[in-house]
């Protein structure tokens, strides 16, 4: 059985633009199950199988600095 991990990154986005920039490259993710991306809070929690870094990495791809990240589970 493949473990699911979650993650918490806080990124700095101005704008619908940049929030979409995460969504959609998560949403190409293969072992994203779930991602929750919320520019009000600059925030992006996500639920996969992949490696932290994998993600971190996808996340950086689309230019949003990140002003911290951690593994919650």
Do not use: N, W
């Amino acid at each position: 059985m493949v473990e699911t991990h979650e993650y918490h990154f806080d990124v700095k986005m101005s704008c619908s633009s940049c929030s979409g920039a995460i969504e959609r490259v998560l949403g190409k993710l293969d072992g994203v199950q779930s991602f929750d991306v919320s520019l009000e809070k600059q925030t992006v929690d996500v639920r996969a199988t992949v490696p932290f870094e994998t993600v971190l990495e996808k996340i950086k791809k689309t230019g949003k600095e990140i002003v911290d990240s951690k593994v919650i589970a």
